[in-house]
């Protein structure tokens, strides 16, 4: 039977095989769950939670167009953290004076909105899609 030095030696080579195995597995970890989302899942959401009512991609509604947001975020490594806090929180008098209304009086601001409504995956996944969308 295996004795001494063998049986260290089998040791050590069962520790390095599940060291390897974990090192490879944990390399091989899926990206972020925002990535999971297919884009035109992501898409999808801006149905689902309002966000088309007031946005288009090109074209200015109520908001500005979800393009000139990339352009004006674009090379700003902190924009994907300014535009979550943007929607959480709501945002006012960043594009438009506050106080202006549209020609159906809605009041020209982005309204808060809440992680029971929309969760953060999904609107992180919304923010990286309307980040991708500068010409
Ligand atoms: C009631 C209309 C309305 C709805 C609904 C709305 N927005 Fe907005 N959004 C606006 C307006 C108006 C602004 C410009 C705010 C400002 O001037 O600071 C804006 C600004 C933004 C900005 C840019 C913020 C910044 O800091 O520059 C982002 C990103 C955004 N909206 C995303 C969304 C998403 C995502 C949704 C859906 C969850 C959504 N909006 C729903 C009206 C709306």
């Given amino acids: 039977m295996l004795r001494g030095a063998n049986r260290n030696l089998l040791v050590l080579a069962?520790?390095?095989?599940?060291?390897?195995a974990g090192a490879f597995f944990y390399l091989r970890r899926p990206p972020p769950p925002a990535l999971a989302f297919p884009p035109e899942k992501v898409k999808g959401f801006f149905h689902k939670y309002g966000c088309t009512n007031c946005h288009d991609t090109k074209n200015p509604?109520?908001?500005?167009?979800?393009?000139?947001?990339?352009?004006?975020y674009k090379g700003d490594p902190r924009a994907e953290e300014k535009l979550f806090k943007s929607v959480?929180?709501?945002s006012q008098g960043k594009w438009f004076n506050p106080n202006a209304v549209t020609i159906y009086g809605i009041?020209?601001?982005m309204p808060a909105q809440d992680r029971?409504?929309?969760?953060?995956?999904?609107?992180?996944?919304?923010?990286?899609?309307i980040l991708e969308q500068a010409r």
């Fill in 88 to 90: 959480r929180e709501g």
């Fill in 116 to 129: 029971k409504r929309v969760p953060d995956l999904e609107l992180r996944a919304m923010i990286r899609w």
């Fill in 107 to 109: 009041r020209k601001v």
């Fill in 61 to 72: 509604l109520v908001g500005p167009p979800f393009a000139a947001i990339a352009e004006r």
């Fill in 14 to 20: 069962a520790v390095v095989l599940a060291l390897a």
